[in-house]
Every structure is written in C-alpha cells, then in structure tokens.
C-alpha cells in the first residue's frame, strides 16, 4: 500500500540502540545531528555558507514549514492539480494562509509552457495573490522523474519570474536511483532553493532533511518552533540521517526498491494487464477491472488510484527498502497462492484436506513453517489473463532462488558434508544442554533429518552448531566459529525476508552463542529480530485460527513451536538486559500470548481443552497450581520475568534501600516495591510442585527423566531472585564506621533472616550444579555461569564474616573453592566466563589479604572495618553498553591512594585511565579502571574513607604501587 509500513531498517535500530545511552544537546544540536548534517552536505558537495539543513519529523510538515519560512501572507504557491500540497495534506498550505495555483500535469510532472501559462494567468494584482514559489515532486506523485533538462529549464523560469523552487523530496531516493535519472544531489542543490531528502520512505522510522539555501535561511528555526517540528530529542532523526548516508544506505535500499518495482511491473505486463505510468521508481501503476480488484481488496490492501469510464480502475502497487526479494518472485511465479483449482471447488487442496469452503488462501494468514524451510523448485506455468478475473492460478510450486545470502549448494557451505547422524547429535544435544530454549518440536524434526535430510534448513543447523559443537566430539567437526559465520551471513542476507519460524529460531540459537561468546551486544541485537518476527508470525497464526479453525486446528503442534519460540525470546530478552528490558512494553500478565502446554502434550500432539495464559499465574488459579517440570517452560519464563524486575529494582534502588532498614514504616514507597516483588516471587514459587523445588527434591530424581538441566534453571532463577533482593537490604544495615562482625550480631529485626536467606541461597546455587555434576549432566551455561559468578562473592564474604554462615568457615571455602573451580571451567568452555573469572580470582586475592591482616581481638574472627559485601555485584550489567568507570560522589575526596581519573572524554568510549597526582600513568592494561570499578567488593565509597588500615592493605597488595606495576 506504501513503502512506510514496515519500521526501519536493522542497521537504523542497531543504531539508535548504539547510541541510545549516550547523553546528547537537544533540538538538533547533538553530535549525531551534526555528522548527519556533514555527511548530506558532502553528498551535495556545499559547505555550511551554502546551506543550512534542518530535520524535522515528517513530509507534511516539511512542506508546511519550507512553504511558511519564505512566503508572505498574500503569495501564492503554483502547484500540479496532482501534487501532494494540493491533494494529501488535508489544506496545510492554506491553513497558513497561502493560495495554491493548480496547473495540469503532463506525466506527473510539470512543464515549462504550463508553468508560463499559469504565471500569465495570474498577474491581476492586487486582486490576485502573487506567485512566489513553484512546488514539484521528485519523484512525482505517479512515480515519473525529472530529467536535468526539464529540472533546468524550470529552475532558468522561476529565477526569470522570481519564484523560489521548492523539490519535494520524499522519495528522492528511488528518484536518484532511477533509470532514467541523470541528475546529482548536487545538481537538486543547484536548481532548488528549497528542497528536502525523506527519510520516512527510505528505511528511517521518520524523519526529513530539509536543504535550505542560505540566502532564506535565516529564521528558518523559528519556524520549525513555531510549528511544533523542533524536537527535543532531534538526535533520533540525526542518528537515522547518519546512518543512511554512511556507506550510502540510503542509496543502496531506494534501487533495492525500485529494482522490486520492476519485476512486478514486468510481471503484470507479462500477464496481460496494462500499466498506467511507466515504472520509473518504486511505485506501480496497474489498470485492471474493478471487479477484479474489488475482490484482491479482500485479501490485500493498496489504492486504487482511478476509477475509469469503462469499467476499469488504475491500481497503485508500491515497493519499499523492506520488500522481500524471494516473495517477489514467488509472487511473480504465482507460487504463494495456495489453493489449486481445477476449473471448479473444491480445489485439490481443500478437497485433501477436506477444508469447508474453498477459497484463494491469504499469504499474510499462511501457516506456520517449522524450522525447514527448503523446498524444492519447479518452474511455473505461465499464462496469459484470458478473463476479466484473469489470471488464474495453476500451480502450487515454491520457487528457491540462488543468492548469495543463500548458499545452500556452495562449496562455502560446510552444512553439506555433515551426516545425518552428527545433526540429530546436534540436536540432542541442544535438547540438554539448552533446555531454557525449548522450542523445536523434537519428533517431527528428528524424523525430517532421518527421512528427507535436504528439507532442512542449513542455516537453521550452522546456528545449532555453533552453539553445541563445544559439547560433541569428534574430528570431523569444525570449529564452531565456521558455523556461527555462515549463520551469520546467511541471516544477514535473509533478515529483511517475510518472517519465518526457522529464520526466527535461528536467530534466536545464534543470539545464545554470541552471548556465550563474549559478544552480548550482537546478542541482544539477533534476539530483538527474532523476537519482532515472532510476533508478526503469531499476529498471522492469531488470524488463521480466526478464519480457518478447522485448518488451523490441524496445525496445532506448528502453533506451539510459535509460541513456544516467543516465550524463549522473552525469556532470553530477560537474560539479556540485565534489568533493563526493552523488547516487551506490556508486563507478563498483560501479554495476550498463551503459555507453553506441558512437554507431554507438546511432544505427542495432544492439545488441551484451555491453555493457560499469563494472567492465570496465580495462586486464584486451578490450572497455574503445582506446575510440574513437564511445564518448566511455563516456570523458566515467569521465574525470568520476576528475575529481571527484581535486578532492575536492586540495580536502580540500591543507595536508597538505606531507608529499607531506617524506615519501619510499610507504607513507603519503596518498601511497598520490595514487599511486592517478594509476594510475587514467593506466590510464583508456592505454585511450582513439590518435586521441582531443590533441595526438597533431589536433582537426580530428574536427570534420570533426563529434565535434570530445566530442573538447574528453575532452582538457579529462584536462588538468584533471592540474592538480589535481599543483598541490598543487608548491606543497608551495615554501619559506616563499625565492624562486620559486630553488624552480624546486633539485634536488627530485619537482619538474621536477611543474611540466613542469602547464605542459603548462595549454598543451593552450588548445591544445584555439582549434583548436576555429579549426575554427568553438567551445566555449564552463561547463565549459570552468571549464578555462580554472583554466588561466589556471597561465599568469600561468609569466609571472612561466618558468624551466621550454616556450616561455619569451614564450609564457606569449600562452597568458594567449588564456586571457583566451576567458573574456571566455564571460563575455558565460554568466552563470556573469561572476566568473571578474572574478576573472582582478583576478588578472592582481596579478601585473602583482609582475612591475613586483620583479626578480630575479642572473637579471634577476621572482621575488617567498614568492609561491605555489595556495590556493584551487577558486573553484568546493561549489555548494551561498555560498563564505565564511577566517578566519586560531588565533594569527595580520592582517598589516600593519590590517584585521579583523567578527564572525561567527549567520546562515546571515555577516557578509562588511571593518573597519579603527579601525572604518571598508572601500569596495567588500558581497561584496568573499567574492571576495577565492577569488582563486586567496592561499593560507592571505597575511594572515600578508608582508615589506615585497610588503605595500606591497597598499597600492599601492590594494587598501587608508587612503582606502578600490577602483580
């Protein structure tokens, strides 16, 4: 219908997700803005004595404004009857009080002997309103272009008559990018005063560009003010702008565009039909009978642009950045239709099937694919249209075409030599290893491999290897990193096709794998495709079932592939932002997707009489009661939800939980957030069966069941929501100035239960995985990795403060020792472990210096002063951003250690180096401020107050050497 109906290119997203953080000048002022603005006018080849550039929000407004800024009240504007001033943007050109001058087109375009003809016509002054600016379009309302000529001879008449030029650029773009154009940028610089670069129709989320000479400029801002176009967040569009015109995006996607245009165009023709306009851009322009396009109207939106005298009505059919290139030929081989008919219904299809009430199928509603996808083509059988209603469709066939985003008979593809055998290997292992993931529907895809082993597809196994080669043996493999690229590639050829399940959980296993791999930014980005993919693919399922319930009650198990693919997206988004979630606005009870059916039912294909929705997770309801682990799915997602919440809380909330143990009131506001995430974490685990809580339950009992891994997910999530709930409000109560020994046993009400749940929980995250271990069903994930990476400070603090520690010392460091053990283990299977390992290593060397320097005098325990467990325990943090260094409170001092931060860098990356006061760098790798501030031991003020004691344990530790070297 337009070529704005999808949101932005993925490059553009990527972009403003980059840079989002970073804080920014408003209303256009910001760095992003500025390169934009630098890289158009090196496009245009002027310098900011030319011109001046302006963003603004959308086309209509863009018009308004450049239209407003040099008019005065009684000039008029010469126009095409068909131009978009005068026909789409409901009079805001006359709003302002400007007259439009309508003149007849020729092709779309206006000429030279009308724009004459309509100046003569108009000289009646003072009667009439004066002409003052001419108002085109490239490309024109119809699609056509202007040739340098025509643009010429125009431009030499408006200068000749005294009227300013103004070019509308929305699809300036695909008019760049035409066949026929012969024009620059620079030359649209030369002819116009005025014209502007769209961005709305070439990939961007919004947003204009507007050119102005600098001979009208000035004030040109106050009118953006004026007219509410002034945004204060301008950088949005100045990041998209930046985007566009770097690597010539912009360009590359508008002949994308027009290049899908031509094939459609050439189809049409092709099948008899006669097109209105010549294709010249991205718009198509079809005649046909009403009658015929009345009925197209019912499965497919677009304009019909005229009605004409015989029965006929002209058709507009647009193409975009967007518009999949496999789907266009698919529909140029009319293969997405997917009823066949005979002559007469019902057509073969249906009559298989034995569906009521045969009808051409929806493409948009088609259902949905498991994760195969490649099917074999035949080439279709074409016709001419022989009836008003023409052409018929005559064939089913899908065509595959070859690109080199699709490499599935390459050389470069090492999918081919892979045997049968080592991918249901692959896929076992996934089903283990990976049980948080659970969405493939294991018996139909094993049967798949086994039977017709080239239906599968192989970007879908390159992602699955990636991420379990680590755990399969044998030589005939190759290294993991070969098979995350090809994934890669692939999906990156493939992202802007029509939405598929496969392409979707591809790119939901490949986001695991970057994560694991120490690249969680590329990982977060992969998980938000799939997980906008998803959500297109359930919105058409959602549909069929609407329409078809018979159909679609046959495809009940591709459904719950869906379904189940969404809430492992959630799931992983949760994972993946730390506290800050993105993906999903609605809150879980809000979300209108059903949760997963239970293992069994999904596996055997039986579907319940009511599937549980988010809202029934709650003790109110019968179904959501004693969920087993056979709806661990269902556990795993909501136990990430709460996860995530209660992150963000300890995250956004920790200086203020101060007031949690100086303030008994129940009624403060932050006490009333603590209190309710509790409840929901108590009621979420109060519905889970008996056998799924450890320890009551053994973790044998499920790895015999082979569940033993989404029993370790369960149990991980709860501990962890535990840890970080209540850590805070520990540490809250510690005094300034007294010792950790004495904080552990004074008489706080809060106190006792706080530090027993976090001993406890910290005790079963380990307990948990070497059971595991012990059973030969290890995990060793990122996430779990995380649990023990967080668990592990909680142990080392019960080394040195074990007063309250169930087991005493004594079975605090050989909780730490196991804890160690396990991530340096991970740390050599996951790139990701590497700096938790690095960072414990570091951290226990600290507290073993605590514990060796300083000893309680009455108790004979190790009791530090003012040594605190918390701070930053959150090394995970937001992923989408380098963690930064922490700057001292207003008014602080550095402490006694003599070093300072350099001033902060304008860079988006800041300056992370560590001075003395004298000027000499501090030794050590260049990240060692960036590592040093995420240890979880220091908390906010450790650069501020340490007495003598421990300051000196700094400089003995060699930490800070006045000889600066790190050992």
Same mark, same amino acid.
């Given at each position: 219908?337009?070529?704005?109906?999808?949101?932005?290119?993925?490059?553009?997203?990527?972009?403003?997700?980059?840079?989002?953080?970073?804080?920014?000048?408003?209303?256009?002022?910001?760095?992003?803005?500025?390169?934009?603005?630098?890289?158009?006018?090196?496009?245009?080849?002027?310098?900011?004595?030319?011109?001046?550039?302006?963003?603004?929000?959308?086309?209509?407004?863009?018009?308004?404004?450049?239209?407003?800024?040099?008019?005065?009240?009684?000039?008029?504007?010469?126009?095409?009857?068909?131009?978009?001033?005068?026909?789409?943007?409901?009079?805001?050109?006359?709003?302002?009080?400007?007259?439009?001058?309508?003149?007849?087109?020729?092709?779309?375009?206006?000429?030279?002997?009308?724009?004459?003809?309509?100046?003569?016509?108009?000289?009646?002054?003072?009667?009439?309103?004066?002409?003052?600016?001419?108002?085109?379009?490239?490309?024109?309302?119809?699609?056509?272009?202007?040739?340098?000529?025509?643009?010429?001879?125009?431009?030499?008449?408006?200068?000749?008559? =005294?009227?300013?030029?103004?070019?509308?650029?929305?699809?300036?773009?695909?008019?760049?990018?035409?066949?026929?154009?012969?024009?620059?940028?620079?030359?649209?610089?030369?002819?116009?005063?005025?014209?502007?670069?769209?961005?709305?129709?070439?990939?961007?989320?919004?947003?204009?560009?507007?050119?102005?000479?600098?001979?009208?400029?000035?004030?040109?801002?106050?009118?953006?003010?004026?007219?509410?176009?002034?945004?204060?967040?301008? #950088?949005?569009?100045?990041?998209?702008?930046?985007?566009?015109?770097?690597?010539?995006?912009?360009?590359?996607?508008?002949?994308?565009? =027009?290049?899908?245009? *031509?094939?459609?165009?050439?189809?049409?023709?092709?099948?008899?039909?006669?097109?209105?306009?010549?294709?010249?851009?991205?718009?198509?322009?079809?005649?046909?009978?009403?009658?015929?396009?009345?009925?197209?109207?019912?499965?497919?939106?677009?304009?019909?642009?005229?009605?004409?005298?015989?029965?006929?009505?002209?058709?507009?059919?647009?193409?975009?950045?967007?518009?999949?290139?496999?789907?266009?030929?698919?529909?140029?081989?009319?293969?997405?239709?997917?009823?066949?008919?005979?002559?007469?219904?019902?057509?073969?299809?249906?009559?298989?099937?034995?569906?009521?009430?045969?009808?051409?199928?929806?493409?948009?509603?088609?259902?949905?694919?498991?994760?195969?996808?490649?099917?074999?083509?035949?080439?279709?059988?074409?016709?001419?249209?022989?009836?008003?209603?023409?052409?018929?469709?005559?064939?089913?066939?899908?065509?595959?075409?070859?690109?080199?985003?699709?490499?599935?008979?390459?050389?470069?593809?090492?999918?081919?030599?892979?045997?049968?055998?080592?991918?249901?290997?692959?896929?076992?292992?996934?089903?283990?290893?990976?049980?948080?993931?659970?969405?493939?529907?294991?018996?139909?895809?094993?049967?798949?491999?086994?039977?017709?082993?080239?239906?599968?597809?192989?970007?879908?196994?390159?992602?699955?290897?990636?991420?379990?080669?680590?755990?399969?043996?044998?030589?005939?493999?190759?290294? *993991?990193?070969?098979?995350?690229?090809?994934?890669?590639?692939?999906?990156?050829?493939?992202?802007?096709?029509?939405?598929?399940?496969?392409?979707?959980?591809?790119?939901?296993?490949?986001?695991?794998?970057?994560?694991?791999?120490?690249?969680?930014?590329?990982?977060?980005?992969?998980?938000?495709?799939?997980?906008?993919?998803?959500?297109?693919?359930?919105?058409?399922?959602?549909?069929?079932?609407?329409?078809?319930?018979?159909?679609?009650?046959?495809?009940?198990?591709?459904?719950?592939?869906?379904?189940?693919?969404?809430?492992?997206?959630?799931?992983?988004?949760? *994972?993946?932002?730390?506290?800050?979630?993105?993906?999903?606005?609605?809150?879980?009870?809000?979300?209108?997707?059903?949760?997963?059916?239970?293992?069994?039912?999904?596996?055997?294909?039986?579907?319940?009489?009511?599937?549980?929705?988010?809202?029934?997770?709650?003790?109110?309801?019968?179904?959501?009661?004693?969920?087993?682990?056979?709806?661990?799915?269902?556990?795993?997602?909501?136990?990430?939800?709460?996860?995530?919440?209660?992150?963000?809380?300890?995250?956004?909330?920790?200086?203020?939980?101060?007031?949690?143990?100086?303030?008994?009131?129940?009624?403060?506001?932050?006490?009333?957030?603590?209190?309710?995430?509790?409840?929901?974490?108590?009621?979420?685990?109060?519905?889970?069966?008996?056998?799924?809580?450890?320890?009551?339950?053994?973790?044998?009992?499920?790895?015999?069941?082979?569940?033993?891994?989404?029993?370790?997910?369960?149990?991980?999530?709860?501990?962890?929501?535990?840890?970080?709930?209540?850590?805070? #409000?520990?540490?809250?109560?510690?005094?300034?100035?007294?010792?950790?020994?004495?904080?552990?046993?004074?008489?706080?009400?809060?106190?006792?239960?706080?530090?027993?749940?976090?001993?406890?929980?910290?005790? =079963?995250?380990?307990?948990?995985?070497?059971?595991?271990?012990?059973?030969?069903?290890?995990?060793?994930?990122?996430?779990?990795?995380?649990?023990?990476?967080?668990?592990?400070?909680?142990?080392?603090?019960?080394?040195?403060?074990?007063?309250?520690?169930?087991?005493?010392?004594?079975?605090?460091?050989?909780?730490?020792?196991?804890?160690?053990?396990?991530?340096?283990?991970?740390?050599?299977?996951?790139?990701?472990?590497?700096?938790?390992?690095?960072?414990?290593?570091?951290?226990? #060397?600290?507290?073993?210096?605590?514990?060796?320097?300083?000893?309680?005098?009455?108790?004979?325990?190790?009791?530090?002063?003012?040594?605190?467990?918390?701070?930053?325990?959150?090394?995970?943090?937001?992923?989408?951003?380098?963690?930064?260094?922490?700057?001292?409170?207003?008014?602080?001092?550095?402490?006694?250690?003599?070093?300072?931060?350099?001033?902060?860098?304008?860079?988006?990356?800041?300056?992370?180096?560590?001075?003395?006061?004298?000027?000499?760098?501090?030794?050590?790798?260049?990240?060692?401020?960036?590592?040093?501030?995420?240890?979880?031991?220091?908390?906010?003020?450790?650069?501020?107050?340490?007495?003598?004691?421990?300051?000196?344990?700094?400089?003995?530790?060699?930490?800070?050497?006045?000889?600066?070297?790190?050992?």
């Amino acid at each position: 219908m337009d070529d704005y109906s999808e949101g932005a290119h993925p490059q553009i997203l990527e972009a403003l997700l980059r840079t989002n953080s970073t804080q920014q000048v408003s209303y256009g002022n910001d760095e992003y803005s500025d390169a934009a603005r630098r890289m158009i006018r090196e496009r245009i080849d002027c310098g900011e004595d030319d011109a001046d550039i302006f963003f603004v929000p959308s086309g209509t407004s863009a018009n308004l404004i450049s239209i407003a800024s040099c008019l005065r009240p009684y000039e008029a504007v010469i126009t095409l009857e068909s131009g978009h001033i005068a026909c789409k943007e409901a009079g805001a050109i006359e709003a302002t009080g400007h007259k439009l001058i309508l003149v007849p087109a020729v092709d779309g375009k206006m000429t030279t002997t009308n724009l004459q003809k309509a100046l003569q016509q108009n000289q009646f002054f003072p009667h009439m309103a004066k002409p003052r600016l001419l108002y085109i379009s490239n490309a024109s309302e119809t699609g056509t272009v202007y040739t340098k000529r025509e643009l010429t001879n125009l431009s030499a008449l408006c200068k000749k008559s =005294n009227l300013l030029l103004l070019v509308d650029g929305a699809r300036i773009g695909t008019a760049m990018c035409s066949k026929k154009n012969d024009m620059t940028l620079r030359d649209i610089f030369e002819f116009a005063d005025i014209f502007w670069i769209g961005g709305t129709k070439a990939g961007a989320l919004m947003g204009e560009a507007i050119v102005v000479k600098k001979a009208i400029a000035e004030g040109f801002v106050f009118h953006l003010k004026q007219h509410g176009a002034l945004l204060a967040k301008g #950088r949005i569009m100045g990041v998209q702008f930046m985007e566009l015109f770097k690597n010539d995006l912009f360009f590359t996607l508008a002949t994308h565009a =027009n290049t899908m245009a *031509e094939k459609i165009s050439a189809n049409f023709e092709e099948l008899g039909y006669q097109l209105a306009a010549e294709t010249e851009t991205n718009q198509v322009f079809i005649t046909m009978p009403q009658q015929l396009a009345q009925r197209l109207q019912d499965r497919f939106r677009f304009y019909i642009w005229d009605q004409l005298d015989d029965g006929q009505v002209v058709v507009r059919v647009v193409t975009s950045w967007a518009t999949d290139e496999l789907q266009v030929d698919k529909f140029n081989a009319r293969a997405k239709v997917k009823c066949v008919h005979d002559g007469s219904p019902p057509c073969r299809r249906c009559q298989r099937l034995k569906a009521q009430g045969c009808a051409l199928t929806d493409p948009r509603v088609s259902r949905p694919e498991k994760p195969k996808g490649k099917a074999k083509s035949a080439p279709p059988r074409k016709r001419k249209a022989t009836s008003d209603l023409s052409p018929t469709v005559e064939s089913d066939h899908s065509i595959r075409r070859a690109t080199p985003g699709n490499l599935v008979d390459s050389q470069e593809n090492p999918i081919s030599a892979l045997s049968q055998a080592t991918v249901i290997s692959a896929v076992e292992t996934y089903r283990k290893k990976f049980p948080v993931a659970n969405f493939l529907h294991y018996p139909s895809l094993i049967s798949d491999i086994s039977s017709n082993f080239e239906s599968i597809e192989p970007i879908f196994i390159a992602a699955l290897l990636s991420l379990c080669r680590r755990f399969m043996a044998g030589d005939s493999l190759g290294d *993991e990193e070969i098979y995350a690229d090809y994934a890669r590639s692939n999906l990156a050829h493939r992202v802007l096709e029509a939405p598929s399940l496969y392409l979707a959980q591809s790119l939901v296993i490949i986001s695991f794998y970057e994560w694991g791999t120490g690249r969680p930014y590329q990982a977060w980005m992969y998980s938000g495709m799939a997980t906008y993919m998803i959500q297109s693919l359930l919105k058409m399922a959602d549909d069929s079932m609407e329409h078809n319930p018979q159909e679609f009650h046959a495809s009940q198990t591709q459904y719950e592939q869906l379904v189940r693919t969404y809430w492992v997206c959630f799931a992983q988004d949760c *994972e993946l932002s730390s506290g800050a979630r993105q993906h999903f606005a609605l809150s879980f009870s809000h979300i209108s997707v059903p949760l997963p059916i239970s293992d069994r039912d999904f596996t055997f294909n039986q579907v319940p009489e009511r599937r549980l929705m988010p809202a029934d997770m709650n003790k109110q309801c019968s179904l959501a009661r004693n969920l087993t682990i056979e709806h661990g799915l269902t556990i795993v997602t909501r136990g990430f939800d709460i996860f995530v919440r209660i992150l963000r809380f300890a995250n956004e909330h920790r200086r203020a939980l101060a007031s949690l143990a100086s303030d008994d009131s129940e009624s403060s506001p932050l006490h009333r957030d603590w209190q309710r995430l509790k409840e929901e974490l108590d009621e979420w685990r109060l519905l889970q069966d008996r056998t799924v809580r450890y320890p009551d339950t053994a973790a044998q009992a499920h790895v015999s069941l082979g569940y033993g891994e989404l029993f370790a997910y369960i149990n991980l999530l709860y501990y962890m929501s535990i840890l970080f709930l209540h850590r805070d #409000r520990f540490l809250s109560n510690l005094k300034p100035h007294s010792d950790v020994f004495h904080d552990m046993n004074h008489d706080d009400q809060h106190e006792p239960y706080t530090i027993k749940q976090l001993f406890e929980a910290a005790q =079963n995250i380990g307990g948990v995985l070497s059971a595991l271990e012990n059973s030969e069903a290890a995990v060793m994930t990122p996430y779990s990795g995380f649990s023990v990476f967080v668990a592990v400070h909680i142990n080392m603090y019960g080394t040195i403060a074990p007063a309250r520690y169930p087991g005493g010392v004594e079975r605090a460091e050989e909780e730490k020792s196991q804890n160690l053990a396990y991530l340096e283990r991970l740390s050599k299977l996951w790139p990701v472990g590497r700096s938790w390992w690095r960072t414990v290593q570091e951290a226990n #060397r600290f507290y073993e210096t605590v514990k060796n320097s300083q000893t309680h005098p009455e108790s004979g325990m190790h009791s530090p002063r003012r040594f605190a467990l918390a701070g930053t325990l959150d090394e995970y943090g937001d992923i989408r951003a380098r963690p930064r260094a922490m700057s001292a409170e207003p008014g602080s001092t550095q402490g006694s250690h003599n070093i300072h931060r350099a001033a902060s860098s304008p860079s988006l990356e800041g300056d992370n180096s560590l001075f003395y006061r004298d000027g000499t760098a501090l030794a050590g790798h260049p990240d060692f401020e960036t590592d040093m501030f995420q240890w979880p031991f220091i908390d906010a003020s450790w650069a501020a107050g340490f007495d003598a004691g421990l300051d000196g344990l700094w400089h003995n530790s060699g930490l800070f050497d006045p000889n600066p070297s790190l050992r």
